[in-house]
């Protein structure tokens, strides 16, 4: 089955403390992004990748880094964790880049950072 | 760079009632306008796109409109079902894009 898989689903952490989410796509998609999603604001992107080695910052990439060592895998790293990084966080990928012929996403990963 | 606004960001609708959700957005060169609807933990998940050469698509109960001139598109939903109950997204992407930029998206309830 063609699917992005994102571990953890739920995470609770405490300012500080180094975390790594984990993102993973089983269709040699080339384009990888990740979103955070908060209250009436929408799918905001964090940091994408048009392939292997190769990341750009999105609109909000402040606190976050990524990294793009497998075509498959593209993890999300919050160095230092603050309480207003508390927000669902999705995965995604898709064959063309931007996601201009629809993107396929994880099920998200529900952060909170106390 | 692009801008998307999405209206309303709550919609309330009767079973078998009709839903309309508006988008409208800034950049001119936008050429892919899709939707996407999320269910209660679940992430987004593509349901129907629209390409600037094209005025109007429709897929069973879903339909998509486009207006280029005015800058404009719209989901319809006709004979509303309570599974139509959902976060829906509207985003838009330009043909030298490097990302889709998304509305705030419409909460949908149907109530049976």
């Known amino acids: 089955e063609a699917q992005v898989t994102q571990n953890p689903r739920y995470l609770i952490t405490v300012t500080g403390k180094k975390l790594t989410v984990t993102c993973s796509q089983n269709m040699n998609h080339e384009y990888m992004s990740w979103y955070r999603q908060d209250p009436g604001l929408g799918l905001r992107q964090i940091y994408y990748s048009m392939n292997v080695e190769v990341t750009d910052k999105g609109d909000v990439p402040e606190g976050y880094k990524v990294s793009r060592k497998e075509k498959r895998n593209f993890p999300l790293i919050l160095e230092s964790p603050s309480p207003n990084q508390t927000s669902l966080y999705f995965c995604a990928s898709s064959l063309s880049r931007g996601g201009a012929d629809g993107y396929t996403f994880g099920s998200g990963t529900r952060l909170t950072v106390v | 760079g692009e801008n998307v606004e999405q209206h309303p960001s709550t919609l309330s609708v009767q079973e078998g009632d009709s839903a309309v959700i508006k988008c409208t957005y800034s950049?001119?060169?936008?050429?892919?306008f899709p939707w996407y609807k999320q269910e209660l933990g679940k992430g987004p998940q593509l349901i129907i796109d629209i390409r600037s050469n094209v005025g109007e698509k429709k897929d069973q109960r879903i339909a998509v409109t486009l207006n280029k001139t005015a800058k404009h598109f719209s989901l319809h939903i006709t004979e509303t079902q309570p599974e139509d109950s959902a976060v829906y997204f509207c985003?838009?992407?330009?043909?030298?894009?490097?990302?889709?930029?998304f509305g705030g998206g419409t909460r949908v309830l149907v109530k049976p």
């Open positions: 950049d001119s060169a936008s050429n892919y």
């Open positions: 985003a838009a992407i330009q043909a030298a894009g490097n990302k889709l930029t």
